[in-house]
């Protein structure tokens, strides 16, 4: 099998270089609590448009108890969707969409390579690919425990109405 190559070389950007910790993060994803999959960005490059950040797992994740006692596995949907908050992450502070809110529009080509387990720290690497304004995004992701490949794909954000969440 043929492998991809990186999106980023590790060598590239550090990790305990945090440009944007999570006070930053929410400022321009809505999700909390329990739903916030990123805990720290490490790089933003606007140039190459890839972003790179990290959430480390603790063995408090709503999941841990039920996906698998005794053998907790981070569920695959949620690492497409921690991949999914960077790329909202990183277009909304950009303003890439011109959107007030960036949702999940879709995965292809998504693969699981690897296991994830509480006390991992789980890195997420985001390109963009292409930007049509005011209607979606289209980035690839790859994510990594001890730089192994667990997961990557490819994923859509599309524009929500603003009206939706002008009375929350």
């Known amino acids: ?81 921690a991949a999914a908050q960077m790329a909202s992450f990183y277009s909304q502070k950009f303003d890439l969409v011109g959107a007030k809110v960036l949702g999940f529009g879709g995965l292809d080509e998504v693969r699981f390579r690897g296991m994830v387990r509480p006390g991992d720290r789980f890195v997420v690497v985001c390109r963009l690919l292409k930007v049509r304004r005011g209607t979606m995004l289209t980035c690839d992701f790859q994510c990594f425990v001890d730089q192994e490949l667990v997961c990557e794909g490819v994923l859509r954000g599309i524009a929500l109405p603003d009206e939706i969440f002008d009375s929350a």
């Open 1 to 81: 099998m043929v492998k991809k190559p990186l999106i980023l070389d590790f060598s590239e950007y550090d990790l305990n270089n945090v440009v944007a910790g999570i006070e930053e993060i929410r400022q321009y994803n809505r999700q909390r609590h329990e739903m916030e999959h990123l805990t720290a960005i490490c790089h933003a490059d606007h140039q190459r448009h890839i972003c790179v950040g990290y959430k480390d797992l603790t063995p408090d994740e709503f999941w841990a108890r039920g996906h698998f006692p005794g053998l907790p596995l981070m569920p695959g949907v949620i690492m497409c969707e």
